[in-house]
């Protein structure tokens, strides 16, 4: 049976800025883009390193549409491992270096003036 | 009732790290150098810095062009990890963080001092480096042990150096420069420094780091992103010196002489072992000092395991393990606090026996550096001067 956790009030996270919580014992990464919340596990994929405490900015992409040179998309999406670098897209948790790696979500729910996670 | 047998956990291992870096600036350096050097130390106080650039403290090579804007992106990764530690207590309490029980300290700038063209430089630094370490890093019972630098543009000073701390019970190996060097180790002028390491007992460490000198490994210069020359110079260094060390024959003029290569990964390991067999079935007039397949002087090296190559199948490692029967000597290490530091548990959670996760995490290190006092928790597991 899940369980709704108040992990935040509604003004306490600005669009861009995201906090690290514990729920159940379980470390979560909860970000602000936009008028969205995202949360993602504070784990990473590589060597376990705490994920979500990274830098949060846009990926360096390219391809035919930038013609092979580097163009900046996904700004304010993709979080950056602090250890190894390794980079998440954090609306889907998919990563950005292994196509087969993409995180679990948890759904995030705001009510009123609550921001709350589901486990 | 059968008992159950409690699973191996890096908790209850013995972690033996024989590469971590302890940040050795112009200042921390200042008060042990020779009076004659202590206003050029002095001086860099001025001088701007970002990340490991002062190479050597040389002017010369103090700049690695795959950190200057415009040469490669920046990282996205951004500045959210300080990658330096500046003393014993930090080092210790971050070693523990990671379960590391053992750490055997290796310089972060004067990795590249083998740059410096001024021997009379190098030589001051090397010595205020020893007693910074001594004085500074090796407290009682913080289980961190250090290298004698050995400074390829001074044999004799090097030599004198191994003298002065080779009977010190927290020197436990001699560290041989791999970067910026010209020539390479096996060269016979080198063969003092080979001499006083096996006569103290003292293993020798080569350390490769990356650089892109205008010797081997050459072209280099040439790749327009680091993470090219990331790959490949630390192993092409390593490949370098040990076929150099290997056709003057090092390891079989020296036989008593333990050799470590280190911040190269593993996988070029069999590479290199095939190889020089297959080309002594040709040229062995050439390597007559060898009375049988080259390789099986290789496989008396060790090696570390930092930066571990992470296949999607962990299988795939073991399997290069195997291939260079390294189960005895490839040693943990994690390079901390490096921007590609890796965790113990990168090596741990191989799918290898426990013995042989006992072994490569800790007891082989032990093998490698007999004078490592074995922590108080694993006294009654590892017995000093014993082997699993």
Redesign the interface.
Known sequence: MSTEYIVAHSDELQPGQRKVIKVRGIEIGLFRIGDEYHALPNICT????PLC???V????MADENSNWG?EFRYDGE?V??????L?FHVPTGQCLAFPETRLRKYTVKVEGDEVKIVL | MATRTKRLTLNDTLVVDVDVHAHDTPEALTPYIDAEWRPVLEKFRDVPRRYLDLGGYSAYNSIQGAKLPGVSLPSPRGNSRIEIVYTAEQMRRELDDFSIDVGIIFPDHHLRIAGLPNANYAKALSRAYHHWLKEEWFHEDNDLYGVIIAIPQDVEEAVREIERWGNDERFVGVFLPTCEMYPLWGHRKFDPIYEAAQRYDLPVFLHAVAGMSSGFPYNLEAFTTAISTHTIAHSFAMMAHMLSMMETGVPVRYPDLRICFCEAGLTWVPFLRMRVDKEFNENRYQWPHFNDRPSKWIKKFYFATQPVEEPENKQDLVDIIRIYDGDDTTVFASDWPHHDFDHPRAVFDLPVSEVSKRKIMGANALKLMPRIKIPVKYQDVYKQGETL
Not at chain 1, 80 to 85: A, F, K, L, N, T
């Open positions: 590589h060597q376990f390193g405490a990274g830098k900015g846009p990926a360096i580097p993709v950056c491992c602090p250890w190894h670098g980079e």
